[in-house]
């Protein structure tokens, strides 16, 4: 047996999933999960409707750490930075201290971006992209009533549409004059914003936030066209990119994301990466169902069987109750949409060049066809593909 564990950096659902999974084929090897929170285990898509359910931060939690320690068999620290990686000597170092791996598991989650905003009140502005951020975002909420949400991609949609549905006085503010113009069709787009005003969502498009300064026991923005906009809370959703200093500065291989390839291997021999930190054969994907399939794909691997990661098409559904939508966004630009609509819902259709289908955005009731169309879209990484991340 190996002297030392495989060391999993992170407790998101991409390190929590691959220890899971290693361990339904594996109960001897030893795994040491080190991560930078407490090591909850939870959802983090439902971070994004846990307002109008009424969940607080603790509501949300699954599992402690503790009972993920014995449920896994592993070893668990928490509150534990890692601050380097030594790829030679095979081991990751915590406050000075070194913890040897057989193998490592870069589980390292995505950072939110920071706007470059001028004003003295930039450091209030509010990302949400785990437990602790989004305890925050309730206390700083609780007895307060405007709230900005900066960027209306999928996150800020489903924040805008769950803090609306809990009464909350929103404002979404977006450069594009659509939300979610990277996932969905104008057409679809449209009639997602026209829900969401119809709820009482305020839409401001086609600017940008320039500023953010303490004003009158809030906040005042400034955007590019010059209005103002006052708000108790301003939460930045403008994105998240993947955490890759640790694996750059180890001299691990990155580009978007930690380059792996399609056995999850980086660019070193002993560790792999996965879940939002990870680029697998150049796809950069921060979704549940993609973690899911690498998670199994990787346990597989290190358990002694090679196995590669295949990927499916992924439908990514939208937690906007107003308007559920569920979209498989194009992976070619060969091709047209066309669109069926009634009261009920729209089915869009994307077909390229030869009419075979590439992609669909669903909504309302059409949202039903979603698992037969799935089945007809190529796969996203067939199992056949093969790549190297050296
Ligand atoms: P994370 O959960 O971010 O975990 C990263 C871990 O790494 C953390 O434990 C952190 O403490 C640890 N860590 C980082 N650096 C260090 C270090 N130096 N030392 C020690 N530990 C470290 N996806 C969907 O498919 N459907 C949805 O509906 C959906 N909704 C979402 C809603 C919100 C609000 C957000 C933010 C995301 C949503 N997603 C959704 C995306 C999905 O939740 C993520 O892709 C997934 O949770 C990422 O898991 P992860 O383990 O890769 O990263």
């Known amino acids: 047996m190996e002297k030392d564990p495989i060391v999993i950096i992170g407790s998101g659902l991409a390190g929590y999933t691959f220890a899971r999974e290693f361990r339904k084929l594996n109960s001897t090897i030893g795994l040491h999960v080190i991560t930078a929170d407490d090591g909850s285990y939870y959802s983090k898509p439902m971070l994004s409707n846990g307002f109008s359910s009424g969940k607080s931060a603790a509501d949300l939690v699954i599992q402690s750490a503790l009972a993920m320690s014995v449920q896994l068999s592993a070893r668990i620290d928490t509150h534990a930075v890692v601050g380097s990686l030594d790829l030679a000597a095979r081991c990751v170092e915590v406050d000075g201290r070194h913890h040897a791996y057989s193998r490592l598991v870069l589980a390292l989650g995505a950072q939110p971006i920071r706007l470059p905003l001028e004003g003295n009140a930039t450091q209030a502005i509010l990302p949400v992209n785990n437990l602790a951020d989004y305890d925050l975002l309730r206390q700083r909420l609780a007895g307060k009533r405007r709230v900005v949400v900066l960027g209306a991609g999928l996150i800020g949609c489903e ?47 086609g600017i940008s936030c320039v500023s953010v300064d303490h004003h009158d026991g809030a906040y005042r923005l400034r955007f590019s066209d010059g209005t103002l906009l006052d708000a108790d809370v301003v939460l930045s959703a403008v994105g998240l990119r993947p955490d890759t200093a640790l694996a750059h500065a180890a001299g691990l291989k990155v580009m978007r994301g930690i380059v792996v390839d399609q056995w999850l291997q980086t660019s070193d021999l002993h560790a792999y990466a996965l879940g939002d930190c990870a680029e697998v054969c150049g796809l950069v994907l921060p979704y549940v169902m993609p973690i899911m399939h690498a998670a199994k794909a990787l346990a597989s691997t290190l ?25 498989t966004p194009p992976r070619t630009e060969d091709g047209e949409w066309s669109f069926e609509a009634n009261e009920a819902g729209i089915k869009g259709l994307y077909q390229d060049s030869s009419n075979l289908l590439r992609g669909f955005a669903l909504a309302g009731d059409a949202v039903s066809a979603r698992r037969a169309l799935a089945q007809n879209l190529p796969a996203w990484l067939p199992a056949n593909e093969v790549s190297h991340a050296a």
Request: with cysteine.
């Open 159 to 205: 924040f805008a549409n769950d803090l609306c549905l809990a009464d909350f006085e929103v404002h979404l503010v977006d450069t594009g004059n659509m939300p979610l113009t990277r996932l969905l069709p104008a057409e679809v787009a449209r009639v997602l914003r026209a829900r969401l005003e119809a709820e009482g969502v305020f839409f401001h498009t």
């Open 303 to 327: 358990a002694g069987k090679r196995t590669p990661v295949h990927y499916p098409a992924m439908p990514i559904v939208l937690k906007t109750p107003s308007f559920p939508l569920v979209v």
